[in-house]
């Protein structure tokens, strides 16, 4: 047995640590971490790179037409997206026709082209030819249920067609020249009959009477409201597929002629009127912008337009028994 002051004992000396770290517990998940925030703003910038291609591509697209040549700023009020949905990056490509197709100058199966078919035109001047106009907007009103949004009255200058709002439907969205989607699909679906007429019309834009709190000459006002929405009226019509030449006007009235004028805000004063013309009356407001037929010649540089001889002497016939009676009183 040895004893503690043996020379020949062995010491085992057994090293310990000097206590845990805070690092200790999570090792290197904080590299995965890490690595993976990495990772998702990598692929956030990726998005981000995707959608801003997909824009400018998409503007290209809206300000080239497929001749190449830019687009006119004239042609429409705004333009539509292109391509999908908003926010998809996936582009839509128009599918090519298959089978037998009605529309016009389609391919028929012999290799022959389809003949068109041009409807025949309609010119609504008579009272009866108006009021038989004004029974087919009503029931067109009647389909998006905005019947209690239409009026029409038949005048001695053709029909006069009115699309108001009311308290539970508004034609446009407040304060813009944007149109709520029943007032949309509505005015396309008059394009058509639109389309069949000889009749030219004016369209002419009204506000209520509440004013913008920029009052200055050049500021936003209800001038330039009302004739944005009926500029954007026209394009409605004109996407419907009207004829660009049934228009003979496009007015902006702002609130000058109110249908009531007790209330500032009334809801029927915000309205989009179509005014469809007879053939006699869309001539004479036609000539009052045109160039003048009958002129005469004031001074070198000044033309006059002279009125009609025969009109002249009808006044004459008029106006002499009257003269005659001032001159010579009994």
């Known amino acids: 047995m040895l004893k503690p002051h043996d020379k020949g004992h062995d010491q085992t000396i057994v090293k310990r640590g000097g206590g845990k770290h805070a690092h200790d517990e999570h090792g290197g998940a904080w590299k995965v971490a890490f690595a993976d925030f990495c990772l998702a703003l990598s692929c956030l910038f990726l998005v981000l790179w995707l959608m801003a291609s997909r824009n400018t591509e998409s503007l290209q697209q809206i300000l080239t037409e497929a001749d190449g040549a830019k687009t006119d700023q004239g042609k429409g009020v705004m333009p539509e997206q292109v391509g999908g949905p908003r926010g998809s990056l996936i582009e839509r490509f128009p599918m090519p026709r298959t089978g037998n197709s009605d529309a016009p100058g389609a391919q028929l199966a012999s290799g022959e082209a389809s003949p068109v078919v041009t409807p025949a035109k309609v010119t609504y001047d008579s009272p009866q030819d108006l009021q038989a106009l004004s029974k087919a907007l ?172 025969s009109v002249l002497q009808k006044l004459r016939e008029r106006l002499l028994p009257h003269a005659d009676k001032q001159v010579h009183p009994r």
């Open 138 to 309: 009503t029931q067109m009103s009647a389909e998006f249920g905005l019947t209690s949004n239409l009026e029409n009255v038949v005048t001695p200058y053709g029909l006069r067609v009115m699309l108001h709002d009311t308290d539970h439907q508004g034609m446009f969205v407040r304060g813009s020249a944007v149109p709520t989607d029943k007032f949309r699909a509505l005015l396309r679906k008059m394009g058509p009959l639109f389309a069949r007429m000889e009749n030219q019309m004016l369209i002419v834009g009204h506000t209520d009477s509440l004013q913008y709190a920029d009052t200055s000459y050049s500021a936003f006002s209800n001038w330039t409201l009302s004739s944005n929405r009926a500029m954007s009226a026209r394009a409605q019509l004109l996407a419907g597929s009207m004829n660009p030449e049934s228009v003979l006007q496009v007015v902006g009235m702002a609130d000058r002629a109110p249908l009531d004028a007790k209330r500032a805000d009334a809801g029927v004063n915000r309205r989009i009127e179509l005014l469809i013309l007879t053939t006699g009356q869309a001539k004479t407001i036609a000539a009052m912008f045109g160039v003048p037929n009958n002129k005469a010649a004031l001074t070198e540089e000044i033309d006059t337009a002279l009125p009609d001889n």
